[in-house]
Nanobody
Framework: QVQVVESGGGFVQSGGALRLSCAAS????????MGWYRQAPGKQRELVAR???????NSADSVKGRFTISRDNAKKTVDLQMNSLKPEDTAVYYC????????????WGQGTQVTVSS
């Protein structure tokens, strides 16, 4: 049973920083693109940032220059460093592990709340 577990959410004032971490118990993590998504109340889930097994990243325009995604394949973790947070970053953040070689495995974490006050 694969588990994807997020940690690090919380409450922060505008301009502050938080770091989210995710651990995925997949067998060969380098076969997976790891990503962070978020969903605000009344809105659809959207991509925040993702990183391939080889370290190629892409991120939403709204977070470029503020958020940084990184991964450690040996530890099977992916982190999201969030700086200069804004109230509009308030959402539940979800970690995703999507296999891109072979099977179409797709795993989600339970989500972690990030709240940014103005």
């Amino acid at each position: 049973q694969v588990q994807v577990v997020e940690s690090g959410g919380g409450f922060v004032q505008s301009g502050g920083a938080l770091r989210l971490s995710c651990a995925a118990s997949v067998s060969i993590v380098s076969l997976y693109t790891m990503g962070w998504y978020r969903q605000a109340p009344g809105k659809q889930r959207e991509l925040v940032a993702r990183i391939t097994g080889g370290g190629v990243t892409n991120s939403a325009d709204s977070v470029k220059g503020r958020f940084t995604i990184s991964r450690d394949n040996a530890k099977k973790t992916v982190d999201l460093q969030m700086n200069s947070l804004k109230p509009e970053d308030t959402a539940v953040y979800y970690c995703n592990a999507r296999r891109v070689v072979g099977r179409n495995d797709d795993y989600w974490g339970q989500g972690t709340q990030v709240t940014v006050s103005s």
